[in-house]
């Protein structure tokens, strides 16, 4: 027997890995690592390998640690930032229940459901940028529907976009239209999997209405909360089309977020260094949250078996 | 979808041979595309022997685009800003010096007046293609209707916002969601109270943001704010959206730059109206203008230096110039070309010619993040003036960070 025949079953699966695995290497791991690297460095983005006279990187200078102080230290923004990201991780979460009011309102059997439910979920399928463009028309102070609508109550319109405490819930306000249909359709497809014989057994125990839901058919829902909470979690982590198109971070930065500013420091400041440290710290958060996740959902699954 | 356009075309540029001349241009839009398709035109007319291949990016795009081409795919020619804008890339030794073409074609003639915004260290890096006027474009019919004549210092500029006001008009129309329109007014107020030296110290990091001398600049500005002489909310607002008040006659004046007389006169109501340059403060103060002047430039990697060369001495062509800068209510930086017929930039070209000293623009003469912080500050000024102290404290802070403390 030749050496491939005799070992064709242990290699046969890294060689299948090879291109997935190299992939990842390159396009995933590599980066994380050289933001790193660039992150301990003064580099404006341009020129990254001109050299001096002497050999020496010309654009490319090793600051340590210097561009983590300032972040820590200098940058009021950076708080600001790092506030809003809270903010965006508590309140988007309002989008889990919201769906699965919608889906239990949904599931309902009657004539044309199908094409309802399409309708709900339609928001999900725009582009952010979209969404992004029609929110800042509705909240337009001076000809959007928002300020119309207060109008019709005698108020006077809400710049909600221009003022610093109101502008960064107007955004999640918009991330919940899509957000919304997205937790939806992921109950709507829990709710048919709910076990029938569960729902009978608990009606004749006596249980309807609240109890039934909370008792019976949230805990059967449980694997569509898991995926809802994680991608509504990390879709707040990252937020960041709805905040360029909506408020450019304004006003005066009030809307920021740790991907905002990086983006911003980095492309438009030409800071690369200092964008690679704020990507650091992000990386780090999600990190931690990713960690626990997994935690989590190891113990729980130890639980189970 | 435009990103993923200019990436095509980022790549397929490079497929052009030796033997043409590859520019990236940010000249988007109907109207400037037009404008320089004909300049190109104009060109190849006169050197056929070269082939010209334009890319064309989304102008707002460039601005990111820039520094990956500048260092990846050369182009032989790049359209960009003069100022501190240029020198950021002339500093990383991405611009080409091009002071031959500048003798050679007798550009330091026709051109003088530009020169100094192209300049590092007595040497020239790019050719000025075309400059704009800024100033305050006003409702004249609104004006007229209220018997109120265009103000010559400040206190009439105050008079002539409470007669307005009084008259249930927003005075002043500004959208500073951009942050740059809110620039224009300390560029105004600094340049009138403080002059045109102190304000290019300023700009250059050479003075604190927290020096007495601005008191005076934040006090006046803080004077207008405060007596409500600006359009209301105007943080939500590009300065597109606020222009369609001046449409629609809900307020009277904008300061911004010459470029949007193209918009008066789409929306076919140039004859309402008029310009007026801004008002002094001070006497004994020369009255200093912004003038943020638009140019070209030959990267330091380009491979066909020689047609490139070809292409900026091409501004030296008085015909070619003025048809480029006049089709976009720009004016020519070249002394031959044609003087403007167009009423805003006869105005234009009047007032810069006497002014005291031509400032490019806030954001083109400082760096780009103390532009960006400072341009933040001034817009939470515009709304809430009181926190004065704080935000010039941390725009020195910014400052001391990039420049070093004094």
């Not at chain 1, 937790?183 to 249980?207: C, F, N, P, Q, W």
């Not at chain 2, 105004?188 to 700009?203: A, K, S, V």
């Not at chain 2, 140019?295 to 501004?315: C, Q, S, Y």
Request: contains cysteine.
């Amino acid at each position: 027997m030749s050496f491939w025949e005799r070992n064709q079953l242990k290699l046969a699966p890294f060689i299948f890995l090879t291109p997935a695995v190299s992939l990842f290497l390159l396009f995933v791991i590599y980066p994380i690592i050289d933001s790193i690297w660039v992150s301990f460095h003064d580099w404006s983005g341009v020129a990254r390998y001109a050299l001096n006279e002497d050999g020496t990187y010309k654009n490319f200078k090793w600051v340590g640690l210097k561009n983590y102080i300032d972040l820590f230290t200098y940058d009021d923004e950076f708080y600001v930032s790092l506030l809003n990201n809270l903010k965006w991780f508590v309140f988007s979460l309002l989008a889990i229940p919201l769906g699965l009011l919608l889906a239990l309102f949904l599931n309902q059997n009657i004539f044309g459901m199908r094409y309802i439910k399409s309708f709900f979920y339609f928001p999900f399928v725009i582009n952010a940028v979209v969404i992004g463009v029609i929110f800042s028309w509705f909240y337009n102070p001076k000809y959007g529907s928002l300020a119309y609508l207060l109008n019709i109550f005698g108020l006077d319109p809400i710049p909600v976009l221009s003022d610093e405490v109101l502008a960064t819930y107007g955004i999640i306000a918009a991330s919940f239209f899509p957000g919304i249909a997205y937790t939806m359709i992921l109950y709507i497809t829990g709710l048919t999997s709910v076990s029938k014989e569960m729902v009978e057994a608990g009606r004749i125990d006596g249980a309807s209405g609240l109890t039934m839901l909370w008792h019976i058919i949230i805990p059967q829902l449980r694997p569509a909360t898991l995926i809802a909470v994680v991608v509504t979690i990390v879709g707040a982590l990252r937020s960041f089309d709805l905040i360029a198109v909506m408020t450019l971070g304004g006003p005066w930065g009030s809307t920021k977020v740790l991907a905002y500013k990086m983006y911003e420091e980095a492309l438009f400041n030409f800071r690369m260094g200092y964008g690679a440290a704020i990507a650091v710290i992000l990386f780090l958060l999600m990190s931690i949250y990713i960690a626990w996740f997994l935690y989590r959902l190891f113990k729980q699954e130890k639980g189970e078996k | 979808m435009k990103k993923l356009l200019t990436l095509v075309i980022l790549f397929t540029s490079t497929i052009a041979s030796a033997g043409t001349l590859v520019i990236n241009s940010n000249q988007s839009g109907e109207d400037a595309k037009a404008a320089f398709d004909q300049y190109v035109a104009d060109f190849s007319a006169a050197h056929p022997e070269v082939t010209v291949v334009v890319n064309e990016f989304e102008h707002e795009a460039y601005k990111v685009a820039i520094r990956n081409f500048l260092t990846s795919e050369v182009p032989d020619v790049a359209i960009w800003f003069a100022g501190n804008r240029m020198k950021y890339f002339v500093d990383q030794g991405l611009f080409a010096d091009v002071s031959d073409v500048w003798s050679e074609y007798g550009l330091n003639d026709s051109m003088a007046s530009s020169k100094g915004s192209l300049t590092v260290d007595g040497k020239q890096y790019g050719v000025p293609w075309g400059y704009y006027q800024w100033g305050m474009y006003y409702r004249k019919d609104i004006f007229d209707e209220l018997g109120i004549n265009t103000p010559r210092d400040f206190d009439e500029l105050k008079w002539v916002c409470a007669m307005l006001k009084k008259n249930n008009y927003a005075p002043i129309a500004i959208g500073t969601k951009f942050l740059w329109t809110a620039a224009g007014w300390f560029d105004y107020l600094n340049l009138r109270i403080n002059g045109y030296q102190f304000h290019m110290d300023l700009t250059a990091g050479k003075v604190s943001y927290e020096d007495p001398r601005l008191d005076d600049v934040f006090d006046k500005w803080a004077e207008l704010v405060n007596g409500g002489c600006f359009l209301e909310d105007h943080a939500s607002y590009s300065w597109q959206d606020a222009q369609s008040t001046m449409i629609n006659g809900e307020s009277a004046m904008y300061l911004l730059g010459n470029f949007i007389t193209g918009n008066f006169k789409a929306a076919e109501m140039l004859d309402k109206v008029d310009y007026f340059q801004f008002p002094k403060i001070y006497d004994g103060v020369g009255m200093a203008e912004d003038a943020p002047t638009d140019t070209m430039h030959i990267p330091a990697g380009a491979k066909n230096i020689e047609d490139a060369k070809k292409f900026l001495g091409f501004m030296s062509n008085p015909e070619a110039a003025s048809k480029w800068a006049k089709s976009r209510s720009f004016l020519s930086p070249n002394a031959n070309a044609e003087p403007p017929s167009d009423r805003f930039q006869k105005m234009g070209f009047k007032v810069l010619n006497e002014a005291s000293g031509i400032a490019q623009f806030f954001d083109r003469d400082a760096n780009p993040d103390m532009a960006k912080t400072a341009m933040e500050g001034f817009q939470e000024f515009m709304v809430k003036p009181d926190r004065e102290a704080k935000i010039r404290a941390r725009l020195e802070r910014e400052r001391e960070r990039i420049h070093g403390s004094l």
